[in-house]
């Protein structure tokens, strides 16, 4: 059944003065230039009371320069006005309320390098609480406030911080450059592993000093990886605050072609570490307690190796330390967990057919209620009565909204972009399905052009999501965003082909050793579905583009569909598996996607090769790479590029040498939008 989504047409009016007769300014199409001005909000949390609400906004000015700052919300008050707590420079994160909610914690480089402040909301400046001699990358609060666990990278030979701040500074001093290493992983994303681990310390805070700081892994990873566990998500202090619990993989030398993180637990004086998922050998993840103590949830998957299965909730008695699965017939995958005020209900986040949904389960019986599901949304807090979540859709970026536990009364709280969007004029959207392979429910978003006019016809911007257990879903980007297509006037389409993630497990399952089988079947009638039901769309001039795996597509349909389309952008795709095997640095993903490593099955990694096609080849193609990209090393878009243009294909090439696997510099992305759109209009004729 197709979905018909909010629809949206922002206009704004501007006044001048005392000025009369003054007319309403237009809204202008969405373009990478405003895209990169967008305001940011991050570091929202709610006091424990329920009666506060504080968070950190980016502030984006016409030259593109920004200003982080901490905001309070009064949430008693209806219709309050939020007010400014900070206004010094640097940016402010990890916010978090002390116990008693008189004052918040953050961190900040006031100093030059980033430590813990505490900030008392009576009035006054934010005072450092700790001085440390390396930076605190991130930190979470006991419950009684009197501990803090933070993570600090630091090396684990190394008994003293100040013996980790002597060896980083020999290490950025030495005029040799050569790095030396015995086992992987090597590099990851786009950074050559530097021998520090990520430890986690415990301090005490006295009369708001830190004290006592004691690295309570230390010994534990003398021979293991880069990172011993994930982001502060996956680090929490017991209720009692007697112990860590956190994720990490175990000790080994399978870091590249292993995802067995475990849920590891170990005292506040660093004593003893256990393992307390040791029988699971896939990935434990994400412990979080209720209030009370007696239950740890977490999330566990059941498939070594694969970084995309199905996420289970498992419940921990931490009594009788006996583990159960929480609603086990439900088919979703959660992305976070949050425990009610009753300690018995669990909130959670998954994505559920092209959305980001929250979630209400009941561990004891394990009924699943839906709170709301439109657009992407993050659970930020959980009160008596309400739930406080982040929000955003293909027309919104990120605002904070409350909505009461019953799933009545959304409401929306901030408005961060309100000037900014009132400028905007967003093409309006729908979700929509069809028939896919083996005659199976496919869905799929598109987009009408910003300046749509009823009667005409619009080329087609043919967006393939990457992952390939990803999605492209009612979400707003800071880099694909498809409503920027829609503002430089294509009619915008995506399918979520068999391998998305968000339709049941089996699905996301369907894609692996079957990378041009299924997926190809499904972007073929869903290109052909749509334009049928949409006749504003002109299936004889179509662009198709996409990036990782979408990327890896657009080398696949040049070689498996080659008339497909009037011009491909190939951005980060992997273009001979052979050598990707080898040159990727999480070897665990082409292993499970594939049946194994390359020289166990290589008939499957040839198969599905786009190397083996290019014989077929002659479409227009745009190939993006980043020479920091260690995920799809951009030897893989050169020999891309080479091919063509050894052979006469209509090809340009576009090479960044400090962009990753993502185009994180705005001033870059303004250039990559400006070239994918100019190739795109070239080969469409777009009038």
Not at 54 to 62: E, M
Not at 229 to 257: L, R
Not at 356 to 378: A, H, K, L
Request: charged share 20%; glycine share 8%; hydrophobic share 35%.
């Amino acid at each position: 059944m197709n979905r018909t989504m909010k629809k949206t047409a922002l206009a704004f009016a501007l006044t001048a003065g005392m000025m009369a007769n003054v007319q309403a300014a237009e809204p202008t199409p969405f373009s990478v230039q405003q895209l990169t001005k967008i305001n940011k909000l991050h570091s929202a949390v709610v006091s424990h009371d329920g009666s506060k609400l504080v968070y950190a906004v980016k502030n984006i000015d016409a030259e593109g320069k920004g200003s982080s700052d901490l905001y309070l919300l009064d949430l008693t008050q209806k219709d309050a006005k939020p007010a400014q707590l900070t206004s010094g420079a640097g940016t402010e994160h990890d916010v978090a309320f002390a116990p008693d909610d008189s004052a918040i914690y953050f961190i900040a480089a006031r100093t030059g390098s980033s430590q813990l402040y505490k900030l008392s909301l009576r009035g006054g400046e934010a005072m450092q609480v700790s001085d440390l001699a390396l930076d605190v990358d991130g930190y979470k609060l006991s419950q009684d406030g009197q501990q803090v666990v933070m993570s600090i990278r630091t090396f684990p030979e190394c008994e003293t911080l100040a013996c980790s701040k002597e060896k980083f500074d020999a290490e950025a001093n030495r005029k040799s450059t050569g790095r030396e290493y015995s086992q992987l992983m090597v590099r990851h994303w786009d950074t050559w592993y530097d021998h520090a681990r990520n430890h986690l310390f415990v301090g005490r805070l006295s009369d708001d000093k830190l004290t006592h700081v004691t690295n309570v892994t230390a010994g534990r990873d003398t021979e293991t990886p880069p990172k011993p566990f994930s982001g502060m998500e996956e680090v929490t202090f017991t209720p009692d605050g007697k112990h860590i619990v956190y994720s990490a993989k175990a000790p080994s030398v399978d870091q590249a072609w292993s995802t067995n993180y475990d849920i590891w637990q170990v005292d506040v004086a660093g004593n003893k570490t256990e393992n307390l998922t040791a029988d699971n050998k896939a990935w434990d993840a994400h412990p979080t307690f209720s209030t009370d103590g007696r239950y740890m949830a977490y999330l566990a998957m059941s498939k070594p190796g694969f970084e995309a299965d199905r996420y289970a909730i498992m419940l921990r008695d931490t009594v009788t330390g006996q583990s159960k699965e929480v609603a086990p017939l439900w088919d979703r995958s959660p992305h976070s967990l949050t425990f009610g005020p009753d300690n018995k209900t669990l909130y959670v986040t998954a994505q559920d057919i092209g959305q980001v949904s929250i979630f209400e389960i009941n561990t004891q019986f394990g009924d699943v209620r839906t709170i709301y599901n439109e657009g992407s949304n993050s659970v930020v807090a959980v009160t008596q009565e309400k739930l406080y979540f982040n929000h955003k859709s293909l027309s919104e970026p990120s605002d904070l909204h409350v909505i009461d536990l019953d799933g009545q009364n959304p409401t929306q709280l901030t408005h961060v972009n309100k000037e900014k969007l009132s400028k905007i004029k967003f093409g309006e959207y729908q979700q929509f399905s069809f028939k896919g392979w083996n005659n199976e429910e496919v869905y799929g978003y598109w987009i009408k052009p910003s300046n749509y006019q009823a009667g005409k016809k619009y080329p087609i911007a043919f967006l393939v999501h990457g992952g390939p257990q990803g999605s492209f879903g009612n979400s707003f980007s800071s880099r694909w965003n498809a409503q920027l297509w829609a503002g430089a006037g294509y009619g915008v389409v995506m399918v979520d082909f068999h391998g998305s993630t968000g339709y049941g497990q089996a699905f996301t399952d369907s894609i692996s050793q079957d990378w041009g089988g299924k997926p190809l079947e499904d972007l073929q009638k869903g290109l052909a579905a749509v334009t049928k039901q949409q006749k504003w769309l002109d299936v004889n001039r179509t662009c198709a583009l996409g990036g990782s795996y979408g990327g890896y597509m657009m080398n696949w349909i040049q070689g498996n569909w080659p008339d497909g389309f009037n011009c491909l952008v190939n951005h980060a795709g992997l273009f001979d598996m052979r050598s990707m095997y080898y040159v990727t640095e999480e070897l665990w993903f082409p292993e499970y996607e594939f049946g194994g490593q390359y020289k166990a099955n290589k008939d499957l990694y040839e198969k599905f090769n786009p190397v083996n096609y290019v014989e077929n080849w002659k479409t227009p193609m745009l190939v993006v790479h980043g020479e920091k990209d260690f995920r799809v090393p951009y030897g893989q878009g050169l020999a891309a590029f080479s091919y063509m243009q050894r052979n006469g294909i209509p090809s340009e090439l576009l090479i960044y040498p400090d962009e990753n696997h993502w185009i994180l510099n705005p001033v870059n992305l303004e250039q990559w939008y400006a070239k994918v759109l100019g190739w795109m209009d070239r080969w469409t004729e777009k009038k």
